[in-house]
């Protein structure tokens, strides 16, 4: 089974989504801006992440950086391009982060 993965990125902290091919979370997690956090946090899903899509605020470079390193599929994406669904009563960042993925 295929995992996408989803962050919304701030200054500080993100908010990381797992969800599974049928769309359900797995996994929805605010989390610091700390490389080894977000690694551990990611980690178990490695093999079955068929991606990541990272929100490409001003300070993504080092999240990408990063997670090159650590040979992580990954995508930005431009928040302003992205069309929310109509549907969509409440946003927070936890639905950005799983709408992201």
């Not at 700390?34 to 991606?51: C, E, H, M, N, Q």
């Not at 995508?75 to 069309?83: E, Q, R, V």
Request: negative net charge; aromatic residues 10%.
């Amino acid at each position: 089974m295929k995992l996408y993965g989803g962050i919304d990125l701030h200054s500080n902290n993100c908010v990381i989504a797992i969800i599974n091919e049928q769309g359900e979370t797995l996994s929805c997690k605010r989390l610091n801006n700390d490389i080894s956090v977000i690694l551990s946090f990611l980690t178990p899903y490695k093999d079955k992440l068929a991606g990541l899509v990272v929100e490409s605020t001003f300070n993504w470079y080092w999240l990408v950086d990063a997670l090159m390193d650590a040979e992580f599929k990954h995508h930005l994406a431009n928040p302003a391009a992205i069309k929310r669904y109509s549907g969509l009563k409440h946003a927070d960042d936890h639905s950005d982060a799983r709408w992201l993925a």
